[in-house]
């Protein structure tokens, strides 16, 4: 049996930056990953507010170095009016909270696992995870081919929820029940400068969106998102992208020249919320803990920043040999992780709920509210000084 201080299951965004965070400390990390890495994924815009977490595991150079676009705002367009309003990053104030970067998720998730190797984290892939078992110790994580022995076990495995499903803890969320069709296009139409790299989100009817990302090159992610309800069986889904966005006359002048270069993908029923995020012995981070909804891109910002909090209680936790359920652990990870996601639960309702583009548009004439809604944007959801959280607003 190989023994480890803490064995990472999954080795994407949230997985990779714990194990690195970890052993950047002087930890005995190991990742386990079932698949073989580049894989595609979707979540493809981040957030500026994961910039500081990147440059604090060392990875921000590789993702600075010209591969990935940079990103200074996100635009929303809605449909029924044609108007729009733009977030500018800047404009929350902070350099470094300014930009971001748009990413292939196969090249992006492959680059944080190389470097979490490279920062001394051991890696076993592709294995696959059979059975994880604990007792007052520890865990033991059991793979086709080894048993792995660790003080601690980080469940990092997405909307899989390994041990939120082994111990049934996952629970749906039934008001974000979306489906998302998406694809990557050449030729669709980009702002030109220093907003190439921005996204673009439409409202469309019957409170559907998409979005547009584009990649270093010609390459651009097109996605639609809708309620299940709204997805015809019947209908040919390679052309539902096309047809569902051409109600919009921003969007179909961003298409006009597009050409799909890739299958059309469907993902359905990812929004989720495990009952507790912790054990005596155990932690969950990113979408192993919970997934909300995509339209403010907040999946790889909360699974970084889960790994940044977790790494910080795993190692008080490692001083005297812990249990992390005990309150100054994991419990105040999981209040800390909930507020947050609370926070983004609320802006995606309004979103949802409202005229967003209207009333960012009326809301965003006065400097503190635009910046207060940029910080949220950015991915600033654990400010306390944000106007918009102590007002109640969010």
């Known amino acids: 049996m190989q023994t480890h201080d803490v064995v990472v299951i999954g080795g994407g965004p949230g997985g990779s930056t714990l194990a690195t965070l970890l052993a950047m400390k002087g930890l005995d990390v190991a990742i386990v990953e079932r698949e073989t890495f580049p894989r595609f994924r979707i979540g493809e815009s981040l957030l500026p507010c994961s910039m500081d977490i990147f440059r604090k595991t060392g990875v921000f150079a590789r993702l600075d170095s010209g591969k990935y676009i940079r990103k200074y705002g996100a635009t929303f367009v809605c449909h029924k ?6 977030f500018d990053f800047s404009d929350n104030g902070t350099y470094e909270k300014s930009l ?23 890696l076993y892939q592709p294995e696959k995870v059979e059975q994880v078992d604990f007792d007052a110790t520890g865990g033991t994580v059991t793979t086709p081919n080894r ?16 041990l939120g499903n082994k111990m049934m803890m996952r629970q749906q969320n039934t008001d974000l029940n979306n489906v998302a069709v998406f694809a990557h296009y050449e030729n669709v139409k980009r702002e030109e400068g220093r907003r190439a ?16 990302i584009p990649f270093q090159g010609k390459v651009t992610s097109v996605g639609v998102v809708t309620a299940a309800k709204f997805i015809d069986k019947d209908r040919v889904i390679e ?6 966005i051409d109600c919009s006359p921003i969007f179909h002048d961003l298409m006009k020249d597009a050409k799909r270069v890739s299958e059309v993908q469907v993902m359905s029923n990812w929004s989720h919320t ?10 969950a981070v990113g979408d192993a803990a919970a997934f909300l909804d995509p339209i403010f891109s907040s999946g790889v910002h909360l699974s970084v920043s889960a790994a940044n909090f977790a790494s910080e209680k795993i190692l008080k936790a490692m001083e005297k040999d812990r249990l992390l359920s005990e309150s100054d652990l994991g419990p105040d ?58 007002m109640g607003t969010l």
């Open 100 to 122: 971001a970067f748009e990413v292939q998720r196969a090249e992006f998730d492959k680059d944080l696992l190389e470097h979490a190797v490279e920062s001394g984290v051991k």
């Open 274 to 283: 495990c009952d507790t995020f912790y054990g005596d012995r155990w932690i």
């Open 197 to 212: 790299g921005d996204i673009i989100i439409g409202l469309l009817p019957n409170n559907a969106w998409s979005w547009t």
């Open 333 to 390: 990870y999981e209040k800390t992780m909930r507020r947050g996601i609370k926070r983004f639960h609320s802006i995606i309702r309004m979103f949802y709920d409202g005229d967003f583009v209207g009333d960012m548009m009326r809301a965003t004439e006065l400097p503190h509210v635009r910046r207060a809604f940029t910080e949220v944007v950015a991915g600033d959801v654990w400010n306390e000084e944000n106007v918009a959280f102590k």
């Open 147 to 162: 048993k792995l022995r660790a003080r601690y076990i980080a469940d990092a495995t997405g909307r899989v929820a390994l």
């Open 81 to 86: 009016r044609n108007n729009q309003v733009y």
């Open 239 to 244: 052309d539902y992208i096309e047809t569902s």
